[in-house]
């Protein structure tokens, strides 16, 4: 029954070398035990077990029981399908929190490692402990030989989601630890694939356009590595800022179609480069990302038609087209993270000295909010950031998924640290009692 897509699996207290993981606040659960699964190597998994509790902090959330009816719900909208401890959306207030943290005070106060640690530990890092995890991920930059020739021999006209998509696959073939299920090597996959995927986009788009591979820096956040190897030169403070910034925004967002694909996924015991390839190939689907590549288009189009902002935005929404980069699924009012990167764009283009991109972004924001009273969402002005930054409109989507790599795999280490195969029904509308004629009499 859906019931079983519907039940949810609390956080466990577990300890391993990737670190304790601290538990989500709830009532106390009814455990129905479940047989212990082996593993490919053997080695049994007591971590999984379904645990029954209440849905949420939400008193309208109910749980199924075997007794109730299946519920329908067109793309699962409104349904929860399980628990996590790492980030929830308000989207009446417009709040988004990682692990209990508020955006804006993650934005101001923590880096992009410090997000990925905090996703997965449940705890903002010790000066030693960021240390230790800094040193570790840049060790990992490096990609194999092979995948480095993959890059190579990918047609230049290739869509940049579909080589990330390839690479990142392929990652999992020269990976020793690739089949192992236990949360340790899971640890350490994560880090690879969090370190290796800044330098599958930088060297991708440096060799289609008949360029070198930059190889990355052995120091240095993954902002400014990123910004190197893609540009062949050191950025400036406030490039490396502003992209770290970005990174941590898209770091995680609730159970969004990629994540959720990543969890489905990952709930098979399948391996973590399945459940993120799986997870890059959803993110590469327009209706999920892609939108800042659309507004950034879009500007571009202004701007060479050196058109009034908001008259083509008017013009626009009278031929019934739609304007990307405004409304969400989630929000009801402004996206916490549009409003961030709207004042970190307004400071970007002041000290770059071109004040356009963002003059154009503010007149159009005017127009949308006067016509149709729609707030933007980070799409909205993420596009016209990274492009001042030097990437390309079509490499936008890849820059979320390298920093949506930190909730993917924090979501597979939470699924795997208390397992159940996500599994819900389809309602069937065919035909029936159809019978096989001879094929000559068809």
């Known amino acids: 029954m859906l019931l079983k897509a519907l039940l949810k699996a609390p956080l466990m207290l577990r300890h391993g070398s990737c670190g304790p993981y601290v538990p989500a606040a709830a009532s106390p659960p009814r455990v129905v035990p ?19 509790t209440d849905m949420a902090d939400d008193d309208t959330v109910t749980e199924l029981t075997q007794e109730d009816a299946p519920i329908k719900a067109r793309g699962l909208e409104g349904v929860i399908a399980l628990e996590s401890s790492l980030s929830s959306i308000d989207g009446d207030t417009g709040t988004l929190i990682y692990r209990g943290y508020d955006i804006r005070d993650l934005t101001a106060h923590a880096t992009y490692e410090e997000v990925i640690y905090l996703l997965r530990h449940g705890a903002l890092p010790t000066r ?105 030169e050191e950025p400036h403070a406030a490039a490396e800022k502003t992209f770290d910034v970005c990174l941590v925004l898209h770091a995680d967002h609730g159970l969004n179609a990629s994540t959720f694909t990543s969890r489905v996924i990952g709930s098979t015991l399948s391996d973590m480069y399945s459940a993120i390839s799986g997870a890059v190939g959803a993110l590469k689907g327009p209706l999920h990302g892609g939108a800042n590549q659309e507004v950034m288009r879009m500007l571009l189009d202004i701007d060479e ?28 009012t402004m996206d916490p993270r549009a409003a961030i990167l709207r004042d970190m764009m307004r400071e970007l283009s002041e000290e770059a000295g071109e004040m356009k991109w963002y003059e154009y972004t503010a007149a159009i924001h005017d127009a949308m909010e006067a016509e149709t009273g729609i707030a933007p969402n980070v799409d909205f002005f993420s596009g016209s950031i990274y492009y001042q930054l030097g990437l390309a409109p079509d490499l936008f989507t890849t820059i979320f998924a390298l920093s949506r790599t930190a909730g993917w795999t924090a979501h597979l280490l939470e699924q795997w640290s208390d397992n159940r195969l996500i599994r819900p029904r389809a309602q069937y509308v065919g035909a ?11």
């Open 305 to 332: 038609q050196d058109a009034d902002p908001a008259a083509y935005v008017r013009e626009r929404l009278a031929d019934g087209d739609r304007i990307m980069g405004f409304g969400h699924r989630v929000y009801n």
């Open 128 to 232: 030693s402990e960021l240390d230790e995890f800094t040193a570790h991920l840049r060790s990992e930059r490096s990609l194999p030989g092979p995948v480095l020739d993959l890059l190579r021999n990918a047609p230049d006209d290739s869509p940049p989601m579909a080589v990330l998509r390839t690479a990142v696959s392929a990652l999992g073939m020269y990976d020793e630890e690739a089949e192992v299920l236990e949360r340790a090597a899971n640890c350490r996959k994560a880090d690879r694939i969090l370190a290796q995927i800044p330098t599958i986009i930088a060297a991708f788009d440096r060799l289609r356009k008949g360029r070198d591979p930059v190889p990355p820096l052995d120091h240095g956040s993954m902002a400014h590595n990123f910004l190197y190897m893609l540009n062949g």
């Open 34 to 52: 479940r047989p212990a699964l082996t593993s490919r190597l053997g080695t049994s998994h007591s971590l999984f077990t379904q645990t029954l």
């Open 432 to 442: 029936r009692g159809r019978t096989v004629s001879p094929i000559d009499e068809r």
